[in-house]
């Protein structure tokens, strides 16, 4: 039952007559006030009926201050009661109450005004009555849900219980899963707000309007553990009785969570002491074998290590486990390492799922079969590795496309090694960056192309042949040698990376020129 004036009026045991405000008697009410004060306004907290027998206005009949003053306070209408001191309701407030937009009731004297309190009492104890049993018949078809099918089902129920669409969301807003399916667009309208709580790390709640419709944000989980966030949408833009569906499926998801969470932490400590032994070799062949089991076993089999810091390992390691159920995860030192078969390998949906949601660096290798694990393991760390220095994401060892082998050197190097390398060039142009340092990268980069390095570099071939025989006699080393190449190369990747990637850039828009004695 709503707790209405409506429902008020319409209870004939009262005898309440409607003056002014029969359009708004759908209006809530919160209490019933009972004042003979001429601004009885610091007694009251707005939504309430306020009931008075006119007592102060015997003699003086200015009711406009004394309305409007109740009008901005938030009181929904006066009930006024006869007998006492007026024999009917005053045309003045009656006026006042029109101007104000204030619903004016009329109580006959047999009415005492405790019935009216009773009857509203009544009303609202009704009412919230009501909105528990509603909330526990949602509460329950949600927990069913959960038990039938975990968090995805709670949220897919959600979605049915308020009529519009839901998502849930890992603690580093990777999409769970989202219902129905098509809404995943809606998570757009959302994306500032999920960002803003995520980079400050301050969870709370938060409530957006877009089109037309209101978006709430919920995170699950208490203060000191972020289980992950609830976004609800569908919702009219006036708040009413369907609020409280996204409140209650948020209570029993972060449940839930906590629940998946305890069973998961149990299973990776099986699996990280099965896995990994305690200085961070594999198991024997023999023994991954039995514990990969079926085709992860038997076939080519790719290894995914990330680079995570510890506190967030059991954030980003639950986004993994969702990335693909066929996808074997453990602790390896103080990062996590991916198992899969080389089939079920998608570095671009690793990259698009994992690394861009939690900005970690990604390292792949693959092995021949269960008893190159261990080596493919290593190569994948170091893989890693270099991804972080170079800002790669995700780096896959033996991969056709991107310099992998490059990468791996250049995230060897802290910039010492290619400093030392670059220092007789740097001494001699008196500055890094200098004409000589430059010439040569140019050089290098477009694979001796005299003309195309002039041009790029601005200056005469000749000049550029003078430069690059200054630089022979500099480092004591004759460019045309190929290792000699190699190692500058890979010092000047290091110590000038965006001359470097000028360099390349041009080299894909001519011809390959022919290194040679110049």
Known sequence: MDSTLRSVVEDVRLGIRVIVGQ?????????????????????LNGGEILLTTGMRFRERREFGGYVERLAKVG???????????????????????????????????????????????????????????????????????????????????????????????????????????????????????????????????????ANGERIEVLPLGGRSRHLGTLVVGGMPDDRGPRDRVGAIAAEVLGFEL??????????????????????????????????????????????????????????????????????????????????????????EAIERTLVHASRHSVGIAVARGIGDAEQALKQADRAATAA???????????????????????????GDIAASIFAPIEVADGERAGDLCRTLIAWLGLNGHVETASDLLGVHRHTLRSRVRRIERLLGKMLSDPTARAELWFAALQRYPQLSEQATDRLRNCPTGSVREV
């Open 388 to 414: 972080a220095a170079t800002s790669m994401g995700v780096l896959e060892v033996g991969s056709r496309v991107g310099p992998t082998y490059s990468a791996l050197l250049v995230a060897a190097d802290d």
């Open 75 to 209: 009181v929904v209408g006066i009930g006024f009661g006869l007998g006492p001191s007026h024999d009917e309701v005053p045309v003045e407030l009656v006026e006042a109450c029109r101007r104000w937009d204030l619903v004016l009731l009329e109580i006959a004297s047999p009415t005492p005004f405790i019935a009216v309190t009773k009857a509203v009492a009544d009303v609202i104890a009704e009412r919230d009555h009501a909105v528990e049993a509603r909330d526990n018949r949602i509460r329950e078809a949600l927990t069913r849900a959960a038990l039938r099918g975990g968090a995805d089902a709670l949220v897919a129920a959600l979605a049915e219980q308020g009529g519009g669409w839901a998502a849930l969301l890992s603690p580093v807003g990777v999409v769970r899963t989202v219902a129905p399916r098509a809404a995943v667009d809606r998570l757009a309208d959302v994306a500032d707000v999920l960002a803003r709580t995520r980079d400050s790390g301050t969870f709370a709640s938060a409530s957006v309007i």
């Open 23 to 43: 359009e708004r008697l759908d209006t809530e009410i919160s209490w019933v006030a009972t004042s003979e004060h001429e601004d009885p306004t610091r007694y």
């Open 258 to 347: 906590e629940l998946e969470a305890t069973r998961t932490l149990a299973e990776r400590r099986r699996l990280d002491a099965l896995v990994m032994i305690l200085d961070n070799h594999l198991l024997p062949p023999e023994q991954m074998t039995v514990l990969f089991g079926g085709p992860l076993a038997s076939g080519r089999i790719a290894v995914a290590v990330i680079h995570v810091p510890k506190p967030e390992i059991d954030a980003i390691r639950s986004d993994v486990e969702a990335y693909r159920s066929n996808v074997l995860v453990a602790r390896y030192k103080s990062r996590l390492a991916m198992f899969m078969s080389e089939r079920h390998l998608d570095a």
